[in-house]
């Protein structure tokens, strides 16, 4: 099963498994801003998943304790799942603390943290935190396509 994690924001990280084999991509547009930035994320975002063509994906839900970038990562956010349901693929919302337990068995783990366990765990190393959250979602995804419901709390399904 093609299963695709994504963590949103304007460094959105991807990563498709398809069994053990790992895609990464990093979505990141260094000089645009405000819709433009909006518009080539959302369509390179697009173009990724009809390449792709994941039969279920994982999107990190939302931080709300950034202020400051909130605004800009629901739209993205928004963007994305629009694009998910456009194209009636089905996903799983899972909120930061779920990736962190299931990553690392704390709910609240930083960065490095995770990086770590991921590492350790599954062999993943990227350059990108971004990407190594979404290779971790994309591993909650097959947990959960396997019938693992442990994280399922907090967790929402969107089917197509």
């Not at 460094?11 to 433009?36: N, Q, R, V, W």
């Not at 202020?67 to 349901?85: A, D, Q």
């Not at 943290?113 to 994309?138: M, N, P």
Request: charged letters at 20%; one cysteine or more.
């Amino acid at each position: 099963m093609k299963i695709l994690g994504v963590d949103p924001s304007t460094y959105t990280g991807l990563c498709l498994l398809d069994g053990d084999i790992s895609t990464p991509k990093l979505l990141h547009f260094d000089k645009a801003k405000g819709f433009e930035r909006l518009h080539l994320i959302a369509q390179s975002f697009r173009n990724t998943v009809m390449e792709w063509s994941p039969e279920l994906v994982v999107i990190e839900g939302y931080a709300y304790g950034n202020v400051n970038s909130l605004v800009t990562l629901v739209e993205i956010g928004t963007l994305l799942r629009k694009t998910l349901y456009d194209a009636k693929i089905s996903w799983y919302d899972a909120p930061p603390s779920v990736l962190k337990k299931f990553t690392t068995g704390k709910g609240n783990s930083n960065k490095a943290a995770i990086a770590k366990a991921v590492q350790e765990r599954w062999g993943f190393v990227s350059k990108s935190d971004d990407v190594v959250d979404a290779y971790a979602l994309a591993r909650l995804g097959q947990a959960l396509a396997s019938g693992d419901e442990t994280f399922l709390k907090g967790v929402t399904y969107h089917g197509s």
